[in-house]
């Protein structure tokens, strides 16, 4: 066993024994109200159970959940659940012959579409799984040589843009990464084509290689030569959605009241 794979199973079993006992993972820095003392209490009124049952399913090992006992029914993951699925809902509205994604979720935004329609997926990383109604193209969109121009009548590009140039997934470093993207995605749109684009909002920064947040003026300069706003709705940073708003200076010069919200954009090429 080389060394990297002794360290990796080392921590593993670290994480899983302290874990069952004390439901705290200390690699990750998660940390449960719930603990073994508990789990095995549940654990032995089951084994009684089992005695008086006509089934039969061993208790083969210890997988404690201990923080799904509090959670809420569901979780709504920060900007993605609420942007996927209205997204998704607003392209199923406006049907397009054809729809290209670049870069979003796949088990999100990509997933809905795919429920319903057949979508071309761009994404710089490779798709190693065959999935239904989506047809998959590795390439980077930072590339002007990988595109064809004026061919396109709907694409959409969510929570992805912010990070084309930092490194993260592997594309090369490229400052104005974000801006080459938004232009060769531009180019790839046909005249009067829908393009569907969200990135996070607030302070204009960079969060490296995280990502980087825009301002709501800073985006309104980007847009406005090239397209004409359709509908804006955003995700403020209590995760709440508020679709189809105005856009006034206030809010602009506020970036929605948001640290790292989400701004999305449904806008027609001009």
Request: glycine fraction near 6%.
């Amino acid at each position: 066993m080389n060394f990297s794979l002794l360290k990796k199973k080392i921590r593993w079993t670290i994480e899983r024994y302290t874990y069952l006992y004390t439901g705290v993972i200390p690699f990750w820095g998660h940390f449960s109200l719930m603990n073994y003392w508990r789990l095995r209490k549940d654990k032995n009124a089951l084994l009684r159970q089992a005695k008086q049952s006509q089934y039969r399913f061993p208790i083969t090992s210890l997988r404690p959940c201990y923080s799904d006992r509090t959670d809420d029914a569901g979780s709504l993951p920060l900007h993605y659940f609420f942007q996927d699925l209205f997204v998704a809902q607003r392209v199923f509205k406006n049907a397009p012959l054809h729809h290209v994604d670049i870069g979003s979720r796949i088990d999100g935004f990509v997933a809905h579409l795919a429920s319903f329609r057949s979508v071309e997926v761009f994404d710089i990383r490779p798709l190693e799984v065959n999935i239904p109604n989506v047809t998959f193209k590795q390439l980077d969109i930072m590339d002007r040589t990988c595109i064809k121009e004026n061919s396109i009548p709907s694409v959409s590009c969510l929570h992805a843009l912010e990070h084309f140039g930092l490194g993260r997934y592997g594309d090369p470093i490229n400052f104005d990464g974000f801006n080459i993207g938004f232009k060769n995605i531009t180019a790839l749109l046909e005249s009067s084509g829908k393009f569907y684009f969200s990135v996070p909002i607030g302070p204009q920064r960079i969060e490296f290689h995280a990502h980087r947040v825009f301002s709501l003026s800073f985006l309104m300069e980007m847009i406005s030569p090239f397209y004409t706003i359709d509908m804006f709705s955003y995700v403020d940073d209590q995760n709440n959605f508020y679709p189809d708003v105005q856009l006034t200076n206030e809010l602009i010069n506020n970036n929605c009241h948001c640290r790292y919200g989400c701004g999305i954009f449904e806008l027609i090429k001009k």
